[in-house]
């Protein structure tokens, strides 16, 4: 007779379903994607959705999810309809413009959104013999993907900064380089309305608005990514809310409260009321059950803007990474308990857009991006990775002769352009270039038109390492 493995033999996944029953009618891992803007998170979750549903009729899509390239997917369709607690994804209108003609990308979110597919598959080995004796060898595994903006993760900091601490630090950043040149008008104003005089409705709006439309423009016009607080370029629900109306004022070292009545006061408590309600709701509400979570960084759209917009990029990043380090006294700790985050991918996107040669030297750029060479991933961090890839592949690959030998370039058409053309993208650095490497633009990239797909999940849509990224984030919850 065939021994029956004792739980603490079981996967963890496994161990914590009340029964074999429940686990065949369905577990649920929830996957979060998030980045900044321009990164490219609808179109990842679309391709993503698209290529999961077209799997089964057309595996040569995704072979690299494990389930598809052994043959043990069975099914994946969109969850039934259900009451939802957070809107709805677009993906069927994402797919209608991205299948019309001419082929658009869909417009960006810029709220929290999600969808579900539930995936039936085949399981392996001893989990497969478990459960062949309730289900017919086959289990559900329900991917929920919440789809958040990343600029919410750049607030983390807040918490462990009082308003005096936060407006000397983030005025002191726009006193250098690009920011300087940008905020004149914003310092203006706050020259002349220092943080002791008396406290006014009026002016906390006004002084509001002129910094909200100064992230706005840093980030729009000059590619600018590391943007506190984050609600103010990406507010969702909030729109407008009065406890909004903040912004950062000079305060002089050593001072930490502010007189009663006062301009100061008005901006710390708002401020205060923005970490309660706003940041550490998001944290406790949403961020704690997201078990696996997904990073997009527009890596190659931060060498095109050059040095201030790379470096902005790179302090976004390990902002972000905060929120996946855990320690005894940490904040993340102290907000969401036992629960962490398990699984986390750092992805650089749009890697059709160069060689598949350069694609590595972008992974490792965005490693040391992010610091990520010592990051410990033991104790209580998250597991933590980093590739790239293409959401939908927009391009191929071709040699060009140039200079008497051959040259990787890619081939695809820009936005707006009548026909295809080869396009020399130029060599990725593999570490963050130095001040005085900015001289000559590293790439030549430009945006390019998507290819033509089929609307209904048969063909599945082109894309790089899709089903790699997948299968490191859910291939253990399809074993």
């Not at 000079?250 to 009545?261: K, Y």
């Not at 694609?359 to 410990?376: D, F, G, I, K």
């Not at 005085?436 to 990239?445: H, R, Y």
Request: glycine share 8%; proline share 6%; hydrophobic share 45%.
């Amino acid at each position: 007779m065939a021994r029956i493995p004792i739980v603490g033999e079981l996967p963890d996944w496994l161990s914590e379903a009340a029964n074999l029953t429940e686990l065949a009618k369905g577990s649920t891992v929830w996957l979060a994607v998030t980045g900044l803007s321009r990164a490219g998170k609808t179109v990842f979750i679309t391709s993503l959705v698209h290529n999961l549903l077209s799997a089964l009729h057309n595996p040569n899509r995704m072979p690299l999810l494990k389930a598809v390239g052994e043959g043990r997917l069975l099914a994946a369709q969109l969850e039934a309809a259900r009451a939802h607690t957070l809107p709805r994804f677009p993906y069927a209108a994402n797919i209608e413009a991205m299948a019309g003609t001419p082929s658009v990308w869909p417009e960006p979110t810029a709220d929290i959104s999600e969808i579900g597919v539930d995936i039936r598959f085949a399981p392996t080995g001893l989990v497969g013999n478990l459960l062949g004796r309730v289900s017919g060898h086959a289990a559900t595994l329900r991917l929920r993907i919440v789809d958040y903006p990343g600029e919410w993760l750049l607030d983390l900091p807040l918490l462990s900064q009082s308003y005096a601490e936060w407006s000397r630090t983030t005025l002191g950043l726009w006193k250098r380089g690009l920011r300087a040149n940008l905020a004149r008008d914003f310092f203006t104003f706050a020259a002349e309305h220092p943080a002791t005089e008396t406290g006014s409705e009026a002016v906390a709006k006004e002084a509001h608005d002129l910094y909200r439309a100064l992230l706005a423009t840093a980030r729009d016009k000059h590619g600018l990514s590391y943007l506190q607080p984050g609600r103010f370029v990406r507010p969702g629900v909030l729109a407008d809310a009065p406890y909004l109306w903040f912004a950062p004022l000079e305060v002089p070292d050593g001072v930490d409260r502010f007189a009663a009545g006062s301009l100061g006061a008005l901006m710390a408590e708002r401020y205060e009321v923005y970490k309660r309600e706003v940041v550490e709701k998001f944290y406790d509400s949403y961020f704690r059950n997201y078990a696996r979570q997904i990073v997009l960084v527009d890596v190659l759209g931060a060498l095109l803007a050059g040095r201030e917009a790379f470096e902005d990029t790179r302090l976004a990043t390990e902002a972000i990474l905060q929120s996946f380090k855990y320690g005894q006294h940490n904040i993340l700790t102290r907000l969401l308990g036992a629960s962490r985050v398990e699984k986390v991918l750092f992805a650089a996107t749009k890697a059709d857009h160069i060689p598949d040669s350069q694609r590595e030297n972008m992974s490792t750029l965005l490693r040391h991006m992010a610091a990520l060479p010592v990051l410990s991933a033991r104790g209580r961090d998250a597991d933590i990775d980093v590739m790239s890839l293409a959401s939908v592949a927009s391009t191929i690959e071709a040699t060009q002769v140039i200079d008497g030998r051959d040259v990787e370039v890619v081939v695809g058409r820009k936005v707006g352009a009548a026909k295809q053309a080869k396009f020399l993208s130029g060599e990725v650095p593999v570490r963050p270039p130095r001040p005085d490497e900015w001289g000559a633009p590293f790439l030549d990239v430009p945006v390019f038109e998507p290819p033509l797909i089929d609307p209904a999940p048969v063909d599945g849509i082109p894309h790089i390492n899709l089903d790699l990224a997948l299968d490191y984030l859910i291939g253990d919850r399809l074993q």
